[in-house]
């Protein structure tokens, strides 16, 4: 992936920080994929690392995200994309991080301006929690209702409906996306 990422995660005490990350590894398991990560809704990528390098951290803590309790993650119905990082995903309901994804963009070059970046949400912008990275085909009709059902049993709302379905408020952090997958760890974070 070309340059950095910005990616919302949820709060540290969040039940679903574990139980997400525990899906990814039981996910990756299923499709033999040896990709791990962070579990992530994506702000934002191709971000230059000249324009944080000197500093990531104050960098980071300049951008005006808007209030956390503006910031609503919603999970949603599984879908699967021929590409690497959208293999098997959880919608993400737009309207709730609609606002912070906006924000986040104008940090990329070209994207500075508000009118530019809204357009780039409305038009461009798919927010998803991905469940798997792999090289492999799209995912399977039979393969998604299979890992659906892992979800739910785990409790795992993907209707976004109870504290299980999603959160509010969160943790941005930075991460050198255009770095091998093992080197996708945080060089900032900011807590909403």
């Not at 993650?73 to 690497?84: I, R, T």
């Amino acid at each position: 992936m070309p340059g950095s990422s910005l990616w919302l995660l949820p709060p540290k005490s969040h039940p679903l920080n574990s139980l997400l990350s525990s899906l990814i590894e039981r996910t990756a398991k299923h499709f033999n994929s040896p990709h791990l990560f962070i579990p992530h809704v994506t702000l934002t990528s191709e971000i230059s690392p000249s324009i944080y390098s000197a500093d990531p951290q104050s960098w980071l803590d300049q951008i005006k995200f808007p209030a956390g309790s503006e910031v609503k993650v919603k999970l949603g119905k599984l879908n699967s994309e021929d590409v690497f990082v959208r293999k098997l995903y959880s919608t993400i309901e737009k309207s709730g991080v609609r606002e912070i994804g906006k924000v986040a963009r104008t940090v990329v070059k070209g994207y500075e301006d508000d009118i530019k970046a809204q357009q780039w949400v409305e038009e461009k912008y798919g927010p998803h929690l991905s469940l798997l990275y792999h090289d492999c085909p799209k995912v399977s009709e039979e393969d998604i209702a299979e890992i659906e059902r892992i979800v739910q049993e785990a409790g795992v709302s993907l209707k976004g409906e109870g504290e299980l379905g999603g959160w509010t408020n969160g943790r941005v952090v930075l991460v050198p996306t255009d770095q091998p997958i093992k080197g996708w760890v945080p060089a900032a974070e900011r807590h909403l």
